[in-house]
């Protein structure tokens, strides 16, 4: 069958347009990046033919970004990849490290705002057989909606001594009567009403979608009641406004609510966390800021056997990046040891995305089919008896023996 690859598009309702043999632009990543995407990879292709045959395909493009790109072209996130992002809407990328002196603070916040991909998007979920420190981890299974690009992460901040933190300082002081310390280390938390409605938009609009029955605001508005507070309220407020008829304040419900109907409620952050612990089961779907989220996510991925296994997707109104949420660990580079899990996963995740459930599904299948067999990668069956430990390339083959 002849095949013409073509990018993906979005049309005028921002719904994607997805060919049959689309092209998906991935970055490798830094580190173990090469190992987890070979093995991600070869999965994605035998589950697409599985469930396809020929009729669908993915035309894989590789752009650079982290340590290959500098090695290559002296840039550590060259125009090229943003530009071909942005073309092809979609892509897939491994763990990026962080450059040492280099002039961006954060390769994976840098895409993040560039492509302003303002939603981060964190399944959590217990795979049957994975090792957990948690009794019932199984009670688990909630998905995190972190805005992206505000709050801390701006990257709005001043060092102590320095004369912008002291220009600052003495604007605070003197004109806002603000107590601060002239040695203060400053920085800025933005926040604003678009950033954070935009963001708990599609946390409603995925529970809407996915059968879910509440969502949940989780904010520090107690003590930050300009920034986190606001969240809390701007959140109820799009409620109200945008989806009177399918949510509901859960201090408005009198008894169940009706089927088909999202509960719309709200968490401190320290309470969140004790609640994660002790009654995960009551919640379904959470959005929150982005260093509550960056916290949250991770303590969730723990309960669930760690971030080997968790998926994640920073997702804008024009472009996606799904990617590997653990970090870059070079010891382990080209040893073919690593855990491709949460690539693989993010890959479902991808597909899903663009509509292709049934490749979504598949992959999901394979995989937990071979964590039941106890075919598992080391960090993982270090912890589980009886298994047999594969490498990163051989746990990919035994998931396509199993799709």
């Not at 173990?32 to 093995?39: C, E, K, L, M, N």
């Not at 040492?100 to 979920?125: E, F, Q």
């Not at 409605?197 to 969502?215: C, N, T, Y």
């Not at 010891?331 to 995305?353: Q, R, T, V």
């Amino acid at each position: 069958m002849q095949r013409n690859p073509e990018c993906i598009a979005i049309d005028s309702a921002g719904r994607l347009i997805v060919p049959n043999h689309p092209v998906i632009p991935f970055i490798e990543g830094d580190g173990v990046g090469a190992d987890i995407w070979r093995a991600a990879s070869a999965v994605f292709d035998a589950a697409v033919s599985k469930a396809y045959g020929d009729k669908r395909s993915v035309e894989w493009v590789e752009v650079l970004a982290g340590e290959k790109a500098h090695a290559r072209t002296g840039e550590w996130l060259p125009r090229e990849t943003i530009d071909r992002l942005r073309q092809c809407r979609v892509a897939i990328k491994g763990p990026l490290a962080t450059p040492v002196g280099g002039g961006i603070r954060s390769l994976n916040v840098a895409l993040r705002h560039i492509l302003d991909l303002y939603a981060c998007i964190r399944p959590v979920r217990f795979i049957p057989g994975v090792p957990s420190p948690m009794k019932h981890p199984e009670r688990v299974n909630m998905v995190i909606f972190r805005e992206n690009t505000e709050d801390v992460y701006a990257g709005l901040e001043w060092a102590s001594g320095t004369p912008e933190a002291k220009r600052l300082i003495e604007f605070l002081r003197t004109q806002l009567q603000a107590e601060i310390s002239p040695e203060a280390g400053i920085g800025i938390k933005p926040m604003t009403p678009n950033g954070s409605k935009r963001l708990i938009r599609r946390a409603i609009q995925w529970a809407l979608d996915h059968a879910g029955k509440s969502v949940t605001l989780v904010h520090k508005g107690n003590i930050m009641k300009h920034t986190e507070g606001a969240f809390r309220e701007w959140g109820y407020e799009l409620a109200r406004e945008e989806f009177p008829d399918r949510v509901v304040a859960e201090k408005d419900l009198k008894g169940d609510a009706a089927p088909g109907t999202v509960v719309i409620n709200d968490r401190i952050a320290d309470s969140m966390f004790q609640q994660a612990l002790l009654r995960p089961e009551e919640y379904d779907i959470l959005a929150m800021p982005n260093l509550n989220g960056d916290y949250l996510s991770d303590a969730l991925a723990a309960q669930v056997g760690g971030l080997g296994m968790a998926p994640g997707a920073n997702v804008g109104d024009q472009a996606a990046v799904f990617e590997a949420t653990h970090g870059t660990a070079p010891k382990y580079a080209g040893k073919d040891m690593i855990n491709p899990g949460s690539l693989i996963l993010s890959g479902a995740l991808m597909f899903e995305h663009l509509g292709w459930n049934e490749v979504a599904g598949t992959i999901r299948h394979g995989l937990e089919q071979a964590v039941r067999d106890k075919i598992v990668t080391y960090d993982l069956a270090r912890q589980l008896e009886g298994s047999r430990q594969v490498k990163c390339s051989e746990f990919g083959q035994a998931i396509i023996e199993r799709l």
